[in-house]
């Protein structure tokens, strides 16, 4: 997964850091999701979060409601 590739990296040493603006936009609670084995959602698409000038699509995704 996502979070297990982000720790393996860090862990060997082939980075000090992981990003993840996409996947963060259509998770907005990600670190959340990752501490507690949360299915992600999809990344946002391309069109969603490249030229719009107001939330639909960059700011209401809906966070977990497990």
Same mark, same amino acid.
């Given at each position: +997964?996502? %979070?297990?590739?982000?720790? #393996?990296?860090?862990? +060997?040493? @082939? @980075?000090?850091?992981? @990003? =993840? #603006?996409?996947?963060?936009? +259509? !998770? *907005?609670?990600? *670190?959340?999701? =990752?501490? !507690?084995?949360? *299915?992600?959602?999809? +990344?946002? *698409?391309?069109? !969603?979060?490249?030229?719009?000038?107001?939330? %639909?699509?960059?700011?209401?995704?809906?966070?977990?409601? #497990?």
């Amino acid at each position: +997964s996502t %979070k297990e590739i982000a720790g #393996g990296m860090v862990r +060997s040493g @082939a @980075a000090d850091l992981c @990003a =993840f #603006g996409r996947l963060y936009i +259509s !998770n *907005p609670e990600l *670190p959340e999701r =990752f501490a !507690n084995y949360v *299915p992600l959602e999809e +990344s946002s *698409p391309y069109e !969603n979060w490249w030229g719009h000038t107001a939330e %639909k699509g960059y700011t209401d995704y809906p966070v977990y409601q #497990g």
